[in-house]
């Protein structure tokens, strides 16, 4: 009597290797878009946080304490939060979020995240339209 064996063969594995890179040809630019995103939520989260200490002080501070200088707060920065000096035009400070020279997000389109004493929202750095609609798009929700 003659056992039977169960295996792949090589096309078989073959087509569900083609099958796996498909996959993941779609898939990956969709994720790292995804984490671009979430890093960019997380740095105007730093902005707010940032900016309700700074409302909160009796004068503007000459720096931020540890924790609120970088976003995320714990953890290897992915943006660096700074104070900008007072002006005419910020109603008394302006905030930073600047992306680390050496970090995932320095070539990022959306480039530094800004905002002010009066609450408005920019970007430094933006590649593209200067009509406003890339800024918009960076802050979109938020």
Not at 5 to 30: C, D, G, K, N, Y
Not at 36 to 41: N, T
Not at 61 to 85: C, E, I, S
């Amino acid at each position: 009597m003659r056992t039977a064996r169960h295996a792949f063969t090589l096309l078989e594995l073959a087509m569900a290797l083609a099958a796996v890179a498909i996959v993941a040809a779609f898939a990956l630019p969709s994720w790292s878009a995804r984490i671009a995103r979430s890093q960019r939520i997380e740095a105007i989260a730093a902005l707010y946080r940032a900016a309700q200490f700074v409302d909160t002080q009796t004068q503007v501070p000459a720096a931020l304490p540890a924790g609120l200088d970088q976003a995320p707060q714990t953890g290897a920065p992915v943006y660096r939060v700074r104070l900008l000096p007072a002006d005419e035009s910020n109603g008394g400070y302006g905030l930073e979020a600047l992306p680390v020279a050496t970090g995932p997000m320095r070539d990022d389109a959306c480039g530094a995240f800004t905002l002010d004493a009066t609450g408005a929202r920019g970007n430094r750095n933006v590649t593209g339209d200067p009509s406003g609609r890339e800024t918009e798009n960076c802050w979109r929700g938020r």
